[in-house]
């Protein structure tokens, strides 16, 4: 969770700064590169919202674990196994959404 939440703040550091480049180079660009790159920011802040999303969830499912089934060392244990049902189809929206959104940036430029 630590490692993700690192990542996820690199992440914002580089996404802020390539729109920051990018806006201040859009002047310059023609229409097709235009809307390659308005293609790139979109599909790189819909990447960070289900970073996001995936950094609630995980959030959630911690406090779920230590907060609400911590009693004992036991439920604590066990809570790590017996997950919600939430939880999981969250976690997977989450992940194969942003493998999608991944796969579909690094291809899309090879047709344009």
């Known amino acids: ?3 993700f939440t690192a ?22 660009q023609v229409t097709r590169k235009a ?7 979109i599909m790189m802040t819909t990447l960070f919202a289900l970073g996001m999303f995936q950094l609630g969830v995980q959030w959630g499912l911690l406090k779920w674990q230590f907060v609400n089934s911590g009693q004992t060392k036991e439920t604590v244990f066990l809570s790590f196994y017996l997950i919600p ?3 999981a189809v969250a976690n997977a929206f989450a992940l194969y959404g942003s493998f ?8 899309r430029p090879t047709y344009l």
């Open 35 to 41: 809307s390659q790159s308005r293609f790139v920011v």
């Open 7 to 28: 990542l996820l703040f690199i992440y914002i550091v580089s996404k802020t700064s390539f729109i920051y480049v990018n806006e201040s180079a859009h002047v310059v």
């Open 85 to 87: 049902t939430w939880s």
């Open 100 to 107: 999608l959104l991944a796969d579909m940036l690094l291809v």
């Open 1 to 3: 969770m630590l490692l």
